[in-house]
C-alpha cells in the first residue's frame, strides 16, 4: 500500500529539538526514506512477512493470533476465548521483537476496529514477564491503543488512547483519529525520561525516579511486581489484549544513552 508521508528532517524534533524543513514524499509505510536511513533509521516490519518477530516466550510467531494484511500486522480477534480477570486472553499471544532496545525513538501507525484495546509494550523484560504471568502477557511500559469512543477502558483516564497504561492519562493535545482510520504513534525512551506523542503532538511525558513517578507507580497494578521499572534493554511488544487491531510503519532509531 502507497501513502503519502510527511518526514522530519530534524533527526531530534521528539526530543524537543526545533523541526527542520520538512518534505512529503511518496513512499511506502514500511519503506525508509533516505533521509531516514541516514538518520539511523531501521524498519522493525517489512510489510511483508513477520521477520525479526516472535511470540513472548515462545520460539515462533503464534500465527492463530497475528497475521500479515494487506501491508500491516493484524492482531486477530480471539472471540470468546477465557479470559483473565483483567480482560486479556488467559492464553495470549503477545508479539514480541527478536531485538532488544534500551534508549530509542519509535514511531508507528494505528487503527482499531470498533470497541477494541491493544497497545504497544516497551522496556519489556521476557524473564520477567515470565515469571510474573503465565498468559504469555508482556510487563512493560505501555503506549495504550484503544477505541476510546466504545471500549470500557475509556472510564479511566490514564487506560485511554496514547496514556501511559495505568499511570499517566494523556494531556489536553491529543487529537485521536476516528475508529477505522489510522492514528500516528511516537514512543520516545532515553535515559529515565519517556514521552508518548500521537498524531504529531506529544500528550504523555514521564520521568522515572522522581517523586511524582514512584507515587504514580505504588498506586498502579504494577505495584507489587518488583522490578517493573527498572531501565534495561528491552523488547518492543504488540499486545494481544483479544481483540482486533492494526499496525504499520513500525520503525525505530537507537538513541545514545
Given at each position: 500500500m502507497t501513502v503519502v508521508r510527511t518526514i522530519a528532517l530534524a533527526a531530534g524534533l521528539a526530543l524537543g529539538?526545533?523541526?527542520a524543513r520538512a518534505q512529503t514524499k511518496l513512499v511506502s509505510a514500511n519503506e525508509l526514506t533516505g533521509a531516514e536511513r541516514a538518520g539511523g533509521w531501521r524498519m522493525l516490519f517489512d510489510g511483508k512477512s513477520l521477520a525479526g518477530w516472535?511470540?513472548?516466550?515462545?520460539?515462533?510467531v503464534p500465527t492463530a493470533h497475528w497475521k500479515v494484511v494487506d501491508g500491516s500486522i493484524m492482531k486477530?480477534?480471539?472471540?470468546?476465548?477465557p479470559r483473565m480477570p483483567d480482560g486479556q486472553p488467559?492464553?495470549?499471544?503477545?508479539l514480541m521483537t527478536v531485538d532488544t532496545f534500551r534508549d530509542f525513538e519509535l514511531v508507528f501507525e494505528w487503527k482499531v476496529v470498533?470497541?477494541?484495546?491493544?497497545?504497544?509494550?516497551?522496556?519489556?523484560s521476557e524473564k520477567l514477564s515470565l515469571q510474573a504471568s503465565k498468559n504469555h502477557a508482556a510487563l512493560g511500559f505501555e503506549y495504550q491503543?484503544?477505541?476510546?469512543?466504545?471500549?470500557?477502558d475509556n472510564k479511566v483516564p490514564s487506560h485511554r488512547a496514547g496514556a501511559l497504561y495505568d499511570l499517566v492519562p494523556p494531556n489536553d493535545e491529543k487529537r485521536l483519529a476516528p475508529v477505522g482510520?489510522?492514528?500516528?504513534g511516537r514512543i520516545l525512551l532515553r535515559g529515565n525520561h519517556g514521552e508518548h506523542w500521537l498524531n504529531g503532538r506529544k500528550i504523555v511525558s514521564y520521568d522515572l525516579g522522581t517523586p511524582r513517578m514512584d507515587a504514580l507507580l505504588a498506586a498502579s497494578k504494577y505495584r507489587a511486581v518488583a522490578g517493573f521499572a527498572d531501565r534495561r534493554a528491552g523488547h518492543i511488544i504488540l499486545q494481544d489484549?483479544?481483540?482486533a487491531a492494526y499496525y504499520r510503519g513500525i520503525r525505530i532509531r537507537e538513541l545514545k544513552p
Amino acid at each position: 500500500m502507497t501513502v503519502v508521508r510527511t518526514i522530519a528532517l530534524a533527526a531530534g524534533l521528539a526530543l524537543g529539538a526545533a523541526p527542520a524543513r520538512a518534505q512529503t514524499k511518496l513512499v511506502s509505510a514500511n519503506e525508509l526514506t533516505g533521509a531516514e536511513r541516514a538518520g539511523g533509521w531501521r524498519m522493525l516490519f517489512d510489510g511483508k512477512s513477520l521477520a525479526g518477530w516472535r511470540g513472548l516466550g515462545y520460539d515462533s510467531v503464534p500465527t492463530a493470533h497475528w497475521k500479515v494484511v494487506d501491508g500491516s500486522i493484524m492482531k486477530v480477534a480471539s472471540g470468546t476465548v477465557p479470559r483473565m480477570p483483567d480482560g486479556q486472553p488467559a492464553s495470549g499471544g503477545d508479539l514480541m521483537t527478536v531485538d532488544t532496545f534500551r534508549d530509542f525513538e519509535l514511531v508507528f501507525e494505528w487503527k482499531v476496529v470498533p470497541g477494541s484495546n491493544s497497545g504497544v509494550k516497551y522496556n519489556v523484560s521476557e524473564k520477567l514477564s515470565l515469571q510474573a504471568s503465565k498468559n504469555h502477557a508482556a510487563l512493560g511500559f505501555e503506549y495504550q491503543v484503544l477505541d476510546d469512543s466504545l471500549n470500557d477502558d475509556n472510564k479511566v483516564p490514564s487506560h485511554r488512547a496514547g496514556a501511559l497504561y495505568d499511570l499517566v492519562p494523556p494531556n489536553d493535545e491529543k487529537r485521536l483519529a476516528p475508529v477505522g482510520q489510522w492514528n500516528r504513534g511516537r514512543i520516545l525512551l532515553r535515559g529515565n525520561h519517556g514521552e508518548h506523542w500521537l498524531n504529531g503532538r506529544k500528550i504523555v511525558s514521564y520521568d522515572l525516579g522522581t517523586p511524582r513517578m514512584d507515587a504514580l507507580l505504588a498506586a498502579s497494578k504494577y505495584r507489587a511486581v518488583a522490578g517493573f521499572a527498572d531501565r534495561r534493554a528491552g523488547h518492543i511488544i504488540l499486545q494481544d489484549h483479544g481483540d482486533a487491531a492494526y499496525y504499520r510503519g513500525i520503525r525505530i532509531r537507537e538513541l545514545k544513552p
